[in-house]
């Protein structure tokens, strides 16, 4: 593969400070350090070029919605051999054999059924996946996640599951201009967190908030996210939209 292009590098570059110019400021605002913040790049539809650009700026972690999409990017850029691939889109139950070869996280765990998928096909592989618990926060029937009100009891049956090392909690706030509408989605899902942490099961840590995309990241840095996903801001708008 030819090097990237240093036109796209300069113009990754840039969305790329900017970005960490933002979660800079809201650290601040929130009396936060910003290395208590992961930036989590979301690649879906995304070409191979430009991650390998991402790749160059020094980004070593992409996420895709979509298991089959990633599973072709990792296996088109297996030479780079320190690319993380963190699932956050709905995992099918047939689809855990691919999850299980190459991911390093999944974010949208919310079914006993998924966990059990996956520990089967890690135990054979001789691996294990850090996963979250996806929470749908907005209410949202449209939306994948628990309703809060199950993740407890949800939680202490994942110590079954030896492969899945259980390390917090991830939302998709509601898509809405409306501050005063998104952030309380942020807010649940950290007292969510807060309550599970005292009683969490042997094994199981409630230390990441995975919430805040492009539009909305600084609402979640402001309520406590320790990881922001974002696809727009540094990618540039998709051809494809999200619905496809």
Not at 101 to 124: M, N, T
Not at 146 to 158: E, I, R, S, T
Not at 190 to 209: C, I, K, S, W
Request: proline content about 5%.
């Amino acid at each position: 593969m030819s090097a990237p292009d240093p036109a796209a590098l300069a113009e990754l570059r840039g969305n790329l400070d900017a970005i960490r110019a933002r979660i800079d400021t809201a650290c601040r605002a929130a009396g936060r350090d910003p290395a208590q913040v992961r930036l989590l790049p979301v690649s879906k539809t995304v070409d191979e070029a430009r991650l390998r650009a991402a790749h160059a700026i020094g980004l070593h972690a992409l996420g895709e919605n979509k298991v089959q999409e990633a599973l072709g990017k990792w296996q088109a850029m297996s030479d780079l051999h320190d690319l993380r691939w963190v699932l956050i889109g709905h995992l099918q139950t047939n689809k855990a054999k691919y999850a299980a070869r190459f991911a390093s996280e999944f974010q949208a765990l919310d079914s006993l059924r998924v966990a059990a998928a996956l520990d089967a096909q890690l135990q054979q592989q001789g691996r294990a996946l850090d996963v979250l618990v996806q929470v749908n926060t907005s209410g949202e029937a449209s939306k994948f996640g628990l309703p809060p009100g199950d993740v407890p009891a949800f939680v202490k049956q994942l110590p079954a599951f030896a492969s899945l090392r259980v390390r917090g909690l991830m939302t998709l706030a509601l898509l809405s201009d409306d501050d005063a509408r998104v952030r309380p989605c942020f807010v649940r899902l950290r007292e969510l967190r807060d309550r599970l942490r005292q009683d969490a099961p042997d094994g199981v840590a409630m230390d990441e908030l995975s919430m805040g995309m492009s539009g909305d990241f600084e609402l979640a840095i402001a309520e406590g996210a320790t990881t922001v996903r974002v696809g727009t801001a540094l990618f540039g708008r998709r051809d494809t939209p999200d619905s496809a």
